[in-house]
């Protein structure tokens, strides 16, 4: 663990977090896979359309369709992109996450 000094010099910013705002990890998922199914059904590709939302916050880049869009605004998208990365530092066998704040 860095000293004070340390992230000081290195001016690097500490965020610490211990859960995904005000949404529970289950609504959080019911939330995104509802979103994901959603645009799903209208023919778009998820995954695409998701991260463009993700890093632009422009709210028409998911559907309305199923109230898809009204659901994006019970999340912040800055804790979507730190659980996704969470998620896959998990999952990856070759990259571990030495402090997980979801227990």
Same mark, same amino acid.
């Given at each position: 663990?860095?000293?004070?000094?340390?992230?000081? &010099?290195?001016?690097?910013?500490?965020?610490?977090?211990?859960?995904?705002?005000?949404?529970?990890?289950?609504?959080?998922?019911?939330?995104?896979?509802?979103?994901?199914?959603?645009?799903?059904?209208?023919?778009?590709?998820?995954?695409?359309?998701?991260?463009?939302?993700?890093?632009?916050?422009?709210?028409?880049?998911?559907?309305? &369709?199923?109230?898809?869009?009204? !659901?994006?605004?019970? !999340?912040?998208?800055?804790?979507?992109?730190?659980? !996704?990365?969470?998620?896959? !530092?998990? &999952?990856?066998?070759?990259?571990?996450?030495?402090?997980?704040?979801?227990?």
């Amino acid at each position: 663990m860095m000293s004070r000094e340390e992230r000081i &010099h290195d001016d690097t910013r500490i965020i610490e977090t211990e859960k995904i705002g005000q949404t529970s990890r289950q609504e959080f998922l019911e939330i995104m896979q509802t979103i994901y199914a959603a645009l799903k059904e209208k023919g778009y590709d998820p995954v695409q359309q998701i991260s463009y939302y993700l890093l632009t916050g422009e709210p028409t880049y998911i559907t309305a &369709h199923r109230d898809a869009r009204a !659901l994006t605004r019970r !999340l912040e998208r800055d804790e979507v992109v730190e659980e !996704l990365v969470r998620y896959y !530092l998990r &999952h990856k066998p070759a990259i571990t996450c030495e402090e997980d704040h979801s227990q």
